[in-house]
């Protein structure tokens, strides 16, 4: 884990870096009042005092690394990320101890960045700004010191002891070396004070490697239930489609053979009742078929299998593609399943009329993003067909955003990480 983006912000000039390491240096201050605070509470929490006050302080601590994080990103460039776990809806003061005691938590990490951070952050923006005053120091020295030296006794800057004019003249040179080191110096600040922050407040590897086993685990058992419901849906398919009409059709056939030589003409008719059975049972095995791997995707691509859905679909839709190859064969399912139970629940519980599918790849991801004009108020929360979605694109490391407001439109946004190694087949 490293603590730079690709593309840090360039470092100010002389004095906008003075300025941002006193805006550090402030925030600091708050730190030290606040982190006063902390430590007071910290000491009665073992007695169970003060566990009513710990949702409010936690509050007030995430607003101050919050700005930390927000500056050490604005001015450096430098990400610091953060994995809070989740909390109850009551009883949060306990919840908040029990992670205070366990540690190795992003709660935790805040609670001693505030402590240490008057001691360390401080002095580290307080440099600059400590220079030039020493620097300024210097040079009243250098024009005073020896007047006063007679009146006052030893005058020092630094480790010069000024009590004469070649003494002045050498602390003046010394502090016009000092000026200009601060303000070399403090358009580094902000970046060097962004690593501390990244330091102490970013997971570490351990955490980071729990995190996720812990969502590889859950995804793993996701794609596992997932899968058993396919393999149900398939079972109860052909047992109430497919196998019901071979069944019949197996009984007309030994009924047909019973009246060969009886009753011809019955015969003939029980045929056509098995033909008539036999092109049904195909036609479901052909849907069962489609359920499970659309032929159009397997051999045209997602492109032209979303086309295919669109078509289909009682809604007018648009369709976009920037696709310069093909994903993977389970990102393509995942992504094409996505996408129709889209549609199904935009046609049938949106009142839309119209929708929009935007599908390109860049930066490594497969994004699709779906539009409707209808009613809004989608919510992954409030049923299992979007949280299923979600559930099938976690198992890719996918994500599933949406934006409903009531009274529309929804927007839909699928990000699956995935490159496009295999030829592309779609139509332009």
Known sequence: MTAHTPAPPPPGGSFTGLRRSLVLFGLSMRALVLGLWLTSLYVFLPVGLGVSLLPGTQRAVRRLVDRQRELAAQWSGVSV????????????????????VARDNQVWRDWRFVVIDPLLGGVIAFIPAALLLS????????????????????IWYLF???????TAVLAGLLAVVVALFALWDAPRTAPRHARYVFRLLAPGADEAMAERIEHLTTTRSDAMDTQMAEIRR??????????????????????????????????????????ESSTKALDELRDLVRGIHPPVLADRGLGDAI???????????????????????????????????????????????????DVRHEGG??????????RGGADPAGGTGLRGIERRLAAFDGI?????????????TMELPCELSWPKTTSS
């Not at 989740?86 to 003061?93: E, F, M, S």
């Not at 300024?136 to 006794?153: C, E, I, M, N, Y």
């Not at 010069?160 to 070649?166: A, E, L, Q, T, W």
């Not at 599933?400 to 839909?412: F, H, N, Q």
């Open 307 to 357: 086309r295919s859905l669109a078509l289909l679909c009682p809604l007018s839709t648009e369709v976009g593609i920037d696709l310069d190859g093909r994903p993977e064969p389970p990102v393509e399912s995942a992504a094409y399943f996505a996408v129709s139970e889209i549609l199904t629940n935009a046609a049938k519980h949106s009142g839309a009329e119209r929708a929009w599918i």
């Open 234 to 275: 398939i079972e109860r398919d052909l047992h109430d489609g497919a196998q019901a009409r071979l069944v019949a059709m197996g009984m007309t056939l030994n009924a047909a053979e019973r009246l060969l030589k009886t009753n011809p003409d019955a015969v003939a008719a029980l045929l056509a009742e098995a033909r």
């Open 400 to 412: 599933l955003a949406v934006s409903s407001p009531p009274e529309g439109p929804t927007l839909i």
């Open 81 to 100: 990320p953060a994995r809070y776990p989740p909390l109850p809806d009551t009883r949060q003061g306990q919840a908040l101890h029990a992670l205070l």
């Open 160 to 166: 010069i002891p000024v009590d004469g004019p070649v």
């Open 135 to 154: 620097s300024l120091w210097g040079l009243t020295t250098a024009v005073f010191g020896a007047r006063l030296s007679h009146d006052l006794g030893s």
């Open 365 to 374: 991801m497969l994004r699709i993003d779906i539009t409707d004009d209808g």
